[in-house]
């Protein structure tokens, strides 16, 4: 069983990276079939796809967050990262990285973490 788990700040200000980890237990990162998804919610918008990391390394990003979305992985420590930068009060939800198997179908998600954006 794949066990993912989120960490990182849960208090940004407005403008700065948010910068999120997940760890992957149960698990390796270099897999084939995985991609390594962001996803987060919020009671506004609800779910959204930030983007996701796959087995090759390469990064897609929802079109909303590209400008402003970095994913990257580090092998050696079985972990991918989130960093979203010139965050707004917007960005405010509750992030969750989860194991995607393709075709928009996702598993072993993380508990997830809040994040809030505030000055």
């Known amino acids: 069983q794949v066990q993912l788990l989120e960490s990182g700040p849960g208090l940004v200000r407005p403008s700065q990276t948010l910068s999120l980890t997940c760890t992957i237990s149960?698990?390796?990162?270099?897999?084939?079939?995985?991609?390594w998804t962001w996803i987060r919610q919020s009671p506004e918008k609800g779910l959204e796809f930030l983007g996701a990391?796959?087995?090759?390394?390469?990064?897609d990003d929802s079109p909303p967050f590209k400008s402003r979305t970095s994913i990257t992985r580090d092998t050696s420590k079985n972990q991918f990262t989130l960093q979203l930068g010139s965050t707004t009060p917007e960005d405010t939800a509750v992030y969750y990285c989860?194991?995607?198997?393709?075709?928009?179908?996702?598993?072993?998600w993380g508990q997830g973490t809040q994040v809030t954006v505030t000055s």
């Open positions: 989860v194991r995607g198997v393709g075709n928009w179908r996702f598993f072993s």
């Open positions: 149960g698990g390796s990162l270099r897999a084939n079939g995985n991609y």
């Open positions: 990391i796959g087995p090759s390394g390469k990064i």
